[in-house]
């Protein structure tokens, strides 16, 4: 048997229609998943109004009796996670403030979140380093020095490390670039729902529920802002959270605007036009930013793919003729 897998691993004919069948099913479920895609939105909107029942009960037990519990938007953590991760401290050397706020700011809330993150950064390259190993000196037969093949190994042991960490920053440059472009329409609702009397707690809630339908990440923010504005005693902290858990420049701006709207009793309505009007003007020089780098970028596909295709189109019939006449 394990005679047969060195042999099916080691040819590259079969290696080959593994990574076709692997591409086909890829294709099948991109396809597919969208069609079976569950209502996200309103997941993530209920989860934000437990969020807010258990700030409401919180809030309500440290003002009578002097304690507050801990919320979250998360279940708790995992049995094994969390005796894994008590185990051996990977809290004091694994977990920093960084990564803490990185967390944050993809979406990943709660103790699970930061336990999950600490179990794979142990596991991930243990696991990878003897996958490596055993594929190395057990199934492929690579004629390579003893430590060009420990190399190989230590090499998928540090993809293993940065795996966690480039995973959660592909999930923030996600949300954040979803919260970007919903952003400037955010700012509109808001300034009309403030125009029109409503208190920034019922702005918050009313865009939150209609922005959803471009970005489910901004109208989850937009719930939680909701729920601190509601229930914390420093409105301020809940606009500095708001700017925290997002990382982007236009909502820290928003967040400023409205921190010192509300200090020095200036017009909000004003300062969100400002604001949204400057939103727009930063989307439309970033779209004309990647339209004016996309020449460059399509001049070496050109000279490698289209330009030896229009050679031997327009060069073959010559061809052809000059060999009929001779």
């Known amino acids: 048997m394990i005679d047969l897998l060195i042999e099916k691993f080691s040819d590259t004919q079969f290696l080959f229609s593994v990574a076709v069948a692997i591409a086909c099913a890829a294709t099948v479920l991109t396809i597919g998943l969208p069609l079976l895609e569950t209502d996200t939105l309103n997941r993530r909107m209920k989860a934000a109004a437990v969020e807010r029942e258990r700030i409401r009960a919180r809030e309500r037990e440290r003002l009578n009796a002097g304690a507050s519990n801990r919320a979250t938007l998360r279940q708790e953590p995992k049995a094994y996670m969390k005796q894994i991760v008590e185990s051996f401290s990977l809290s004091k050397w694994l977990g920093t403030e960084q990564a803490k706020e990185q967390l944050t700011m993809a979406g990943f809330r709660g103790p699970q979140a930061e336990i999950a993150f600490l179990f794979f950064r142990l596991v991930s390259p243990i696991a990878l380093f003897l996958f490596a190993l055993f594929y190395i000196f057990v199934i492929l037969d690579w004629d390579a020095p003893l430590s060009m093949k420990l190399g190989g190994a230590i090499f998928a042991a540090y993809l293993g490390i940065k795996g966690p960490e480039l995973y ?104 969100l036009r400002v604001v949204s009007q400057e939103s727009r003007d930063q989307r439309m020089m970033e779209a004309e930013k990647k339209a004016a780098a996309l020449p460059p970028k399509l001049t070496v596909p050109m000279i490698i793919f289209f330009l ?9 019939p010559a061809i052809i003729q000059i060999m009929a006449i001779q």
């Open 308 to 316: 030896p295709v229009l050679f031997a189109v327009i060069m073959t």
């Open 168 to 271: 959660i920053r592909s999930t923030i440059q996600k949300r954040q670039q979803s919260m970007r472009r919903a952003f400037p329409d955010a700012l509109d609702l808001l300034l009309i729902c403030v125009e029109s009397g409503s208190s920034i707690e019922q702005a918050f809630r009313k865009v939150g529920q209609e922005i959803g339908t471009q970005s489910v990440p901004l109208a989850e923010e937009f719930a939680l802002a909701t729920a601190e504005l509601s229930y914390l005693q420093d409105r301020r902290t809940a606009l500095d959270n708001l700017g925290k858990r997002t990382g982007v420049e236009s909502i820290q701006q928003i967040a400023t605007v409205l921190i010192q709207s509300e200090k020095y009793g200036t017009p909000l309505g004003q300062a």
